[in-house]
């Protein structure tokens, strides 16, 4: 009788070191997943001539590379363009790239997403200095 207690005792001790073992296994707590930049994002830079209002429609890969397009409207003035840059959270920096009168020009933004829903940064048309230029998801 004594043996079988022995045993039991045995088996329950390697058991419970078995668990203990298991419970220290894998990679410890996942990393917080970066929120991504796909969607739709507004947003409107006011100097004291005009309000340029902007509108990108954003894709980010698994790499953090971004793709997408651009709508940018000034007092009935309507462009279109393409979106190419990189999301290494929380910094973005994103290059518009814009044809007008057949001439081709870039913008550049560069910031940091605050928050899932919202990016907080500047705006650099060629030969000015930045612009701060907040973009808020639409719909978040």
């Known amino acids: 009788m004594k043996k079988l207690d022995t045993t039991r005792q045995t088996c329950a001790a390697a058991v419970l070191i078995a668990l203990a073992a298991l419970a220290g296994c894998g990679d410890g707590p996942a990393?917080?997943?970066s929120p991504s930049l796909s969607g739709e994002w507004v947003g409107q830079v006011a100097s004291e001539l005009?309000?340029?209002s902007f509108d990108f429609r954003l894709s980010e890969g698994d790499t953090g590379t971004v793709t997408?397009?651009?709508s940018l409207q000034e007092e009935g003035l309507m462009l279109s363009g393409t979106v190419s840059?990189?999301?290494?959270?929380p910094n973005v920096s994103?290059?518009?790239?814009?044809?007008?009168?057949?001439?081709?020009?870039?913008?550049?933004y560069s910031?940091?997403?605050?928050?899932?829903?919202?990016?907080r940064?500047?705006?650099r048309f060629p030969d000015d200095p930045p612009l701060a230029l907040e973009l808020d998801r639409r719909g978040g």
Not at 85 to 89: E, I, R, Y
Not at 111 to 119: A, F, H, N, T
């Open 121 to 123: 940064g500047t705006v």
């Open 68 to 70: 997408g397009t651009v």
């Open 94 to 108: 994103l290059t518009l790239e814009f044809t007008i009168a057949g001439q081709g020009t870039s913008l550049t």
């Open 50 to 52: 005009s309000t340029v």
């Open 31 to 33: 990393e917080p997943s």
């Open 111 to 119: 910031g940091q997403l605050v928050s899932e829903d919202s990016m």
């Open 85 to 89: 840059g990189l999301h290494a959270h």
